[in-house]
Nanobody
Framework: QVQLVESGGGLVQPGESLRLSCATS????????MAWYRQAPGKERVLVAQ????????IYSGSVKGRFKISRDNVRNRMYLQMDRLTSEDTAVYYC???????????WGRGTQVTVSS
């Protein structure tokens, strides 16, 4: 059974940092490209960052490039998103899943809420 459990979100002030974690099980994590997505209130879920199987290649959306860093641990089947210099525009529920080029897992976690507000 596929499980994706996001954690690490919270309420922070603009300019602060957060580190999100994604714990996975039930599929071959190390063999799949992975990604972080986010969904802001009233908007569709969008791709934020993606990483290849070995962690040697990463791609970021323009709005987070230079501020966010995606990484993965294929031994622990976990993925991370370091988010620095957060702004109110980053407020959203963040989800982890396979990247858009992979066959869909057919399952999403509950996500983790990130709120950036002064």
């Amino acid at each position: 059974q596929v499980q994706l459990v996001e954690s690490g979100g919270g309420l922070v002030q603009p300019g602060e940092s957060l580190r999100l974690s994604c714990a996975t099980s039930g599929f071959n994590f190390a063999e799949l490209g992975m990604a972080w997505y986010r969904q802001a209130p009233g908007k569709e879920r969008v791709l934020v960052a993606q990483i290849n199987t070995r962690g040697s290649m990463t791609i970021y959306s323009g709005s987070v490039k230079g501020r966010f860093k995606i990484s993965r641990d294929n031994v622990r089947n976990r993925m991370y998103l370091q988010m620095d210099r957060l702004t109110s525009e980053d407020t959203a529920v963040y989800y982890c899943n396979v990247d858009p080029g992979e066959r869909p897992l057919g399952s999403w976690g509950r996500g983790t809420q990130v709120t950036v507000s002064s």
